[in-house]
C-alpha cells in the first residue's frame, strides 16, 4: 500500500488542476536571525512577488501560482505566515505580498532545526489546491543544528514529487561557503533542484526575485508549454 501510495504520488496530475504550480516558501526566524535582518526577509519577499519580472511569470500561463509562507526555526516552531493563495491577478500578488510585509516573526530564541521545518511544508501541502508541481522554497543562514536533518526528513516524510530548493544566506563567498554547501548537499532535492544565494540579509530581496522568477516560470510539459502555443 506505501508504494501504490509514493506511485501515486509521483504520477502527473489531473488536467483540471487548479493551478500549474503550488509553492511554499519557507523562511529561517532562528535566534542567528536578528530583528532587523527578518524584517528584510519578510520585506524581501514581498517586494520580490511585485517586482515586473516575477509578476509576469507569475501571470504568464493560464492556469495560476499556488502559494503558502511560513516560518521555521526550533523543532517545534513553526508557524503559517500566510495560507494558501492563488496569485491569479496583480491584486492578488500585491495582497499577499502586502500580508507577508506586515507579517510578524513567533519566536527568536530557538535553533536551526532543518528537518523539522522541512517535514512542517508537507502539513502545509497536505492543505494545498491540486497542482501540476509542488515546490518548497527554503531560506536560511545557518546549518541544521538540533534534531534531525534533512536526510531524516526525506526518509520519512512524504515528499514524493515534491521539489526542494534553497536560498543560501550568506556563502556566498569562497571564504564563506558552508551555509551553501550544506544546501546544496544536503537540503535541495528532485529534479532541476538549486540553490540560490544572498551575500547578506540586505542581498536577499534581489536573490529571492531571482529565484523566483525560476520557480514560477510556465514549464514545459508534454512537449508544450501549457499556454505557449508550440512550446515556446
Known amino acids: 500500500m506505501v508504494r501504490l501510495a509514493a506511485l501515486a504520488a509521483l504520477a502527473p496530475a489531473p488536467a483540471e488542476a487548479a493551478c500549474r504550480l503550488a509553492l511554499v516558501l519557507a523562511l529561517d526566524i532562528s535566534s542567528s536571525v536578528d530583528t532587523a ?5 519578510r520585506a524581501g519577499v514581498a517586494a520580490a512577488l511585485v517586482a515586473p519580472e ?16 511560513y516560518e521555521w526555526s526550533g523543532r517545534y516552531q513553526q508557524d503559517i505566515v500566510l495560507d494558501w ?20 516573526r513567533s519566536y527568536a530564541e530557538f535553533p536551526t532545526a532543518m ?22 522554497d527554503v531560506s536560511g543562514d545557518g546549518v ?25 544566506i550568506g ?3 569562497e571564504d564563506d561557503r558552508e551555509v551553501f554547501d550544506f544546501y546544496r548537499d ?7 533542484a538549486f540553490v540560490e544565494t544572498a551575500g547578506d ?15 514560477v516560470a510556465a514549464r514545459v510539459y508534454g512537449g508544450l508549454a501549457r499556454g505557449h502555443p508550440g512550446g515556446g
Open 37 to 41: 535582518e527578518d524584517a528584510l526577509q
Open 201 to 215: 540579509f540586505e542581498d536577499f530581496e534581489r536573490a529571492m526575485r531571482r529565484k523566483l522568477k525560476r520557480e
Open 54 to 69: 516575477v509578476q509576469a511569470e507569475l501571470l504568464r500561463a493560464p492556469e495560476p501560482v499556488a502559494l503558502a509562507v
Open 186 to 192: 544536503e537540503v535541495i532535492r528532485g529534479p532541476g
Open 144 to 168: 541544521n543544528n538540533d534534531g534531525f536533518g534533512p536526510a531524516l526528513a526525506y526518509r520519512n516524510f512524504a515528499f514524493e514529487g515534491v521539489t526542494v530548493n534553497g536560498l543560501a
Open 171 to 173: 556563502g556566498a563567498t
Open 85 to 104: 493563495r492563488l496569485l491569479d491577478s496583480p491584486a492578488a500578488i500585491r495582497v499577499a505580498a502586502a500580508a507577508i510585509a506586515g507579517s510578524k
Open 115 to 136: 528537518g523539522y521545518g522541512l517535514g512542517y511544508a508537507i502539513e502545509v501541502f497536505e492543505r494545498a489546491p491540486t497542482c501540476l508541481f509542488r515546490t518548497l
